[in-house]
């Protein structure tokens, strides 16, 4: 899927996103950050990697997701010194030799590398069969405005930290974690035949 890079850049750009996203950004030190934006109730609104750039941070976000995410960032600006603008750069990914300046894509050991430049695309690697094999949700597929992170694997995948301060939807994901059984998550099946995004899925006794 089509990738936009964002810049952050400002005074308070990290404090900015540190009290909106589920993931403490101090691990942006380590390298890529997997992240979400939620709702105050709780809901997935966005997800997206983060990583430094120099003085700025770069937000890699689906492209289908970018214009509303921009809105959704400015309207919890108001006066810090945040700016967010979009770039021409783009993300390479690949599970083969990693290239010099490549990141490790922290989700799971076996979606191999990001590399942020001019370029784009991937090196051949089905991407898909391996995020099926491992249950890794996708913006748009598994990950849908009516969905609760946790529900889509999040804690597994690093896109939440539970021992941060507060965040938008923290007091949701919270008490979420606390609960003995999640009612929702994901699975592998296999299907014969056709079967649409969306088809219900049951046992033999319904």
Same mark, same amino acid.
């Given at each position: 899927m089509a990738r936009r890079i964002l810049e952050i850049t400002g005074s308070e750009a990290e404090s900015f996103l540190q009290g909106l996203v589920t993931s403490d950004l101090s691990r942006l030190d380590d390298g890529l950050v997997y992240t979400a934006l939620l709702?105050?109730?709780?809901?997935?609104?966005?997800?997206f990697f983060l990583l430094r750039h120099g003085d700025a941070i770069w937000l890699d976000v689906d492209e289908s997701l970018a214009q509303m995410l921009i809105q959704r960032l400015s309207l919890y600006k108001l006066r810090a010194d945040v700016q967010i603008t979009e770039t021409d750069k783009g993300v390479r990914r690949g599970t083969g030799p990693v290239p010099e300046g490549a990141?490790?894509?922290?989700?799971?050991?076996?979606?191999?590398?990001?590399?942020?430049?001019?370029?784009?695309? @991937?090196?051949?690697?089905?991407? @898909?069969?391996?995020?099926?094999?491992?249950?890794?949700?996708?913006?748009?597929?598994?990950?849908?405005? @009516? $969905?609760? $992170?946790?529900?889509?694997?999040?804690?597994?995948?690093?896109?939440?930290?539970?021992?941060?301060?507060?965040?938008?939807?923290?007091?949701?994901?919270?008490?979420?974690?606390?609960?003995?059984?999640?009612?929702?998550?994901?699975?592998?099946?296999?299907?014969?035949?056709?079967?649409?995004?969306?088809?219900?899925?049951?046992?033999?006794?319904g």
């Open positions: 709702t105050p109730q709780g809901k997935y609104i966005a997800d990141l490790a894509d922290p989700r799971h050991p076996d979606l191999g590398w990001r590399l942020y430049g001019d370029e784009e695309g @991937d090196d051949g690697t089905d991407f @898909d069969r391996i995020r099926v094999a491992h249950c890794i949700p996708e913006t748009g597929i598994e990950l849908t405005p @009516d $969905i609760f $992170i946790l529900e889509a694997g999040f804690g597994r995948l690093g896109g939440v930290d539970f021992r941060k301060g507060c965040y938008v939807g923290q007091e949701v994901t919270a008490r979420m974690k606390h609960k003995t059984e999640l009612k929702k998550g994901l699975a592998l099946v296999a299907v014969h035949g056709a079967a649409p995004v969306g088809t219900a899925i049951t046992t033999p006794e």
